[in-house]
Structures are given as structure tokens and as C-alpha cells.
């Protein structure tokens, strides 16, 4: 059984930053890839970013290209968000999930998803 944790969000003022984490275990983490979304009330879940297992990456280009980074550690087994410039639409609670695929952007494309972590940006 796979879990996984999310970690690192909070309340922080338009233009600020921080860096989400996610911890995974129960299995060979460096296999799969990884990615993160997001939903805000009202809204569907959106896709964020992705990275491979070879740390090859993609993002949303509209939403948040340029400003949120995508990296992994294998050794923690741990994907992490940067996210930089943050704007009030911005605001949601931010999932990772655990794929199987090469480099997916569909979230029924991912096998196992965490509890997700809350983002609040004030303006």
C-alpha cells in the first residue's frame, strides 16, 4: 500500500513563496513519477506539475509556468513544489499523487493520491 503526505502549506501574503512536500512510501519511489495538483472550492482539481522518474518535468503552462518548480529527492523518496510569486487565485488545497506513466498531466492517470495540504494566499 502506497501512502502519501503532503506537508508544507499555509497562509502567506500575495508575492510570497513556499515549499510543499510530499513524502512517499511503500514503494520503489524512484520509479514513478509524480505530480501535484490542485482544487479550490468550487472548482475541479487541476493539474500543477509533473516530474518523471528521470526528473524530466511539465507544467501548466498558463497557470503557473515560471513561477512553481518541481523537483524530487529519490533518496527521501520526497517530490517538492516550489512556489514562488504566489497570487490570491493561487489559493487551494494542493495534492500529490504517485503514476505509473512516463510524464502524466490527467489525474486517471495517477494510482495513488495523498490527503493534500491547504495553500491560503491572502491579498
Known amino acids: 500500500q502506497v501512502q502519501l503526505v503532503e506537508s508544507g502549506g499555509g497562509l502567506v501574503q500575495a508575492g510570497g513563496s513556499l515549499r510543499l512536500s510530499c513524502a512517499a512510501s511503500?514503494?520503489?519511489?524512484?520509479?514513478?513519477?509524480m505530480g501535484w495538483f490542485r482544487q479550490a472550492p468550487g472548482k475541479e482539481r487541476e493539474f500543477v506539475a509533473a516530474i518523471s522518474w528521470s526528473g524530466d518535468t511539465t507544467y501548466d503552462d498558463d497557470s503557473v509556468k515560471g513561477r512553481f518548480t518541481i523537483a524530487r529527492d529519490n533518496a527521501k523518496s520526497t517530490v517538492y513544489l516550489q512556489v514562488n510569486s504566489l497570487k490570491p487565485e493561487d489559493t487551494a488545497v494542493y495534492f500529490c499523487?504517485?503514476?505509473?506513466?512516463?510524464?502524466?498531466?490527467?489525474?486517471?492517470?495517477?494510482?495513488?493520491w495523498g490527503q493534500g495540504t491547504q495553500v491560503t494566499v491572502s491579498s
Open positions: 511503500g514503494r520503489t519511489f524512484s520509479r514513478y513519477a
Open positions: 499523487a504517485l503514476s505509473g506513466g512516463i510524464l502524466p498531466r490527467r489525474s486517471y492517470e495517477y494510482m495513488y
